[in-house]
C-alpha cells in the first residue's frame, strides 16, 4: 500500500506557547497565511486557543499541574491516545500520572487528520518528539529563571525541573512563570530529543490512559454517534476484486425484516469499488440481518481461482515465512519441504463508519475481521 502523501501549501511548522488564565498551552502547527508568530502568541494568552494556529498537536498543564494531550487520531481499539501521548510526555519530562488525553473534535484547526496503514505512530514520532522538546525547553528556561540557576543545570524529570538541591514542579512554573514563547521550523528542528537510554515511557511498562473508560464502558466510539433520521448500510462484496459484475439482487427474503429498506448497486465513477452493493436499513442490526438475507448472483471476473494458497507457492514468499518463523522461534528446526501453517487477520477495525448521502446520514457497517490459517506449499511446488 502506497502511503498517502498530504496535499497542502503549508508545510512548516511553528510551535507555539503562552500562558493563559487556566494555565500553559503549547502546541505544534502551522500558522495561517498572512499571520505573523506575534499574533498567534497574543490571540492564545488572550483566550487560550487560536484561530490564526492549525495545531497538529496541542497539549496544556494546568495549575495544578495536570497535562492534557489532544490526540488527533482515531481510536479504534488500538489504544493509540496512550501511545502518541507517551511520545510528548516522554520529551517533556512528564510524570505519567499527571498525564491525560483528549480525543479531538473534526474541526479544521487540527489539519490532516487520517488514521490507517498503521501510521500514527511512525508518521507522527518526529512531530511528537520535537513538540515535547520545545516544551521541555520553555519550562527549563522558565523555572532557571524562578530558581536563578544556569539553564544547563536543569533537567526535566517526573513533572518537575531540578538543578541540584533546587526544584520546582510543572505546577509552580505555570502559576508564577510568565511565558510566551515561538519556535521557528528552523529551531525545532535544533533542538536535541532524548537519546533512547533516557526514556523512561516509550518501551516501557506504563497503564494505557485510555484503558478504564474502555473497561467501564463509558469510553465513546464512532459507533455510538448517532444523527436524526440517520441510516445504517452494510456492503456486500463481489467474490474478486476487479472485473466482476451483478447479475441480479433478489432483496425478497430481507423485505420481512422490520427496518429494512432497499439494496442499492454502488455505481462508482473511479471504478474502484467494481460490483458493490450496499444493503441499508434503519438500524445497525437491521442491516446486518438483511445482509444475511438479500441473495446476490455475482459474474466473477478473470481471476476466479486466485486464493492466498495460490500466492502463497510463490517461492520468494515461501522464503519468507519460513526465515520469520525460523527467527520467531528456534526451538522448532527449519526444515526443507515443511512450513508452519500461517494465521492471516485482516487489519481492520470492527466498528461501522458514519457517512452522509443526500439530506440523510448514513451509517456504514465494517467489513468483519477475517481470520484463516494457511498451508503454504512445500518448497517443490509450482
Not at 115 to 129: D, E, I, Q, Y
Not at 135 to 162: F, H, P
Not at 227 to 244: E, F, I
Amino acid at each position: 500500500m502506497a502511503m498517502l502523501q498530504k496535499n497542502s501549501t503549508i508545510d512548516r511548522r511553528t510551535f507555539i506557547a503562552g500562558t493563559v488564565s487556566t494555565g500553559l498551552v503549547m502546541g505544534l502547527g502551522a500558522i495561517l497565511p498572512g499571520c505573523s508568530r506575534e499574533e498567534v502568541v497574543s490571540e492564545i494568552v488572550s483566550g487560550g486557543m487560536s484561530k490564526l494556529f492549525s495545531p497538529a498537536v496541542w497539549f496544556e498543564i494546568d495549575a495544578s499541574g495536570g497535562i492534557q494531550i489532544n490526540i488527533a487520531k482515531a481510536e479504534m481499539g488500538q489504544h493509540v491516545g496512550t501511545a502518541l501521548a507517551r511520545i510528548v510526555a516522554d520529551e517533556l519530562g512528564a510524570d505519567w500520572n499527571d498525564v491525560s488525553i483528549k480525543h479531538v473534535d473534526t474541526d479544521p484547526k487540527w489539519g490532516y487528520m487520517v488514521t490507517g496503514g498503521s501510521w500514527s505512530v511512525f508518521t507522527s514520532f518526529a512531530m511528537l518528539s520535537n513538540a515535547g522538546a520545545a516544551g521541555r525547553t520553555i519550562l527549563i528556561e522558565a523555572a532557571a529563571k524562578l530558581l536563578g540557576v544556569d539553564e544547563g543545570a536543569c533537567i526535566a524529570a517526573d513533572s518537575r525541573i531540578s538543578a541540584g538541591d533546587k526544584s520546582i514542579s510543572y505546577a509552580d512554573i505555570v502559576v508564577q512563570g510568565d511565558i510566551s514563547r515561538t519556535f521557528s521550523d528552523e529551531e525545532l528542528a535544533a533542538l536535541p530529543m532524548l537519546p533512547a537510554a533516557d526514556r523512561r515511557l516509550i518501551g516501557m511498562q506504563t497503564a494505557s490512559v485510555d484503558i478504564p473508560e474502555k473497561s467501564t464502558g463509558t469510553a465513546v466510539y464512532g459507533i455510538d454517534a448517532t444523527l436524526p433520521n440517520m441510516l445504517y448500510a452494510h456492503p456486500m462484496m463481489p467474490p474478486t476484486r476487479y472485473g466482476a459484475t451483478i447479475s441480479s439482487i433478489d432483496d425478497t427474503p430481507a423485505k420481512d425484516i422490520p427496518g429494512y429498506l432497499q439494496t442499492l448497486r454502488i455505481d462508482d465513477p473511479s471504478d474502484t469499488l467494481q460490483a458493490w452493493a450496499v444493503v441499508i436499513a434503519e438500524s445497525y442490526p437491521a442491516a446486518m440481518k438483511a445482509a444475511d438475507a438479500v441473495n446476490i448472483e455475482w459474474q466473477a471476473g478473470d481471476r476466479p481461482s486466485v486464493r492466498p494458497t495460490f500466492l502463497l507457492r510463490a517461492p520468494g514468499l515461501q522464503l519468507i515465512v519460513r526465515v520469520a518463523y525460523w527467527w520467531l522461534t528456534t526451538e522448532m528446526p527449519l526444515q526443507r519441504g515443511k512450513a508452519p501453517p500461517i494465521h492471516y487477520r485482516q487489519h481492520t477495525e470492527r466498528e461501522p463508519h458514519c457517512i452522509s448521502r443526500s439530506n440523510r446520514p448514513m451509517r456504514w457497517s465494517s467489513l468483519s475481521m477475517a481470520n484463516a490459517t494457511f498451508m503454504p506449499a512445500t518448497s517443490g511446488s509450482r
